[in-house]
């Protein structure tokens, strides 16, 4: 089946650093990548996605890329803020709407 | 993007007992799944849950332990079977809506946070 990998696990930057996430997937077919940020004992909340047909997208202090013929995408966060802190998802999509998910990165942004 | 409710929020509940858990979204969505997040953990499907028809399982969840219904298009239901420790976990809804691009986004629930004793 197809496989997410998620690095880091854990990411600790001062407040004002920027923050990367990384993952990786194995299906050539994955076409839609989205990232959901999950605070503690809240629900996962979708903060950006990105579909194959384009190599970078852009929301404010947020950026995803993409690298299909790497198979990898990334998030990258800038600017970061102590409300950054959370636990980010990266999933990728596979046949029927089902998404497999990354083991999840623990970002805290310290004061 | 679509209002999700689950009910309960939370539970304790004994070794070997049932719980269901509803799932109620405030408008007609295409596709609705059930994920189990396992503390500390990321989320894994258990199945989707399908509309007048047996829900499609994931490899590792059968139904005899967690069976699912899917009545109508805002609405479906998971019971944890004959519970153990091991099931305490958050369980989450999730919906996709009907949009203009495919896949089109998926939401989740508040989640049910399930404790066995």
């Known amino acids: 089946g197809e496989n997410v990998e998620q690095h880091p696990s854990t990411l600790s930057v001062q407040e004002g650093d920027s923050a990367v996430i990384k993952c990786t997937y194995s299906d050539s077919a994955s076409n839609y990548f989205p990232w959901y940020k999950q605070e503690l004992g809240k629900r996962p909340q979708l903060i950006i996605d990105?579909?194959?047909?384009?190599g970078e997208k852009k929301d404010q202090r947020i950026a995803v890329t993409l690298n299909k013929t790497a198979k990898h995408f990334s998030l990258h966060i800038t600017e970061t803020q102590p409300e950054d802190s959370a636990v980010y998802f990266c999933?990728?999509?596979?046949?029927?709407?089902?998404?497999?998910f990354g083991g999840g990165t623990r970002l805290m942004v310290k004061p | 993007s679509a209002v999700i409710s689950q009910k309960p929020s939370r539970d304790i509940c004994q070794r070997g007992t049932s719980l269901t858990i509803q799932c109620q979204v405030d408008s007609q969505v295409t596709m609705m799944f059930w994920y189990r997040q396992q503390p500390g953990q990321s989320l894994t499907l258990i199945a989707t849950?399908?509309?007048?028809?047996?829900?499609?399982?994931e490899s590792g969840f059968v139904i005899d332990k967690f069976p699912i219904s899917r009545p109508n298009l805002t609405f479906s239901t998971l019971t944890v079977s004959n519970m153990s420790p091991e099931d305490s976990s958050i369980y989450l809804c999730s919906v996709v809506t009907t949009g203009s691009h495919y896949p089109d986004t998926q939401y989740f629930g508040p989640g049910t946070r399930l404790t066995v004793l």
């Open positions: 999933a990728d999509h596979n046949a029927g709407n089902m998404l497999t």
């Open positions: 849950a399908n509309q007048g028809s047996e829900a499609t399982y």
């Open positions: 990105i579909r194959s047909n384009v």
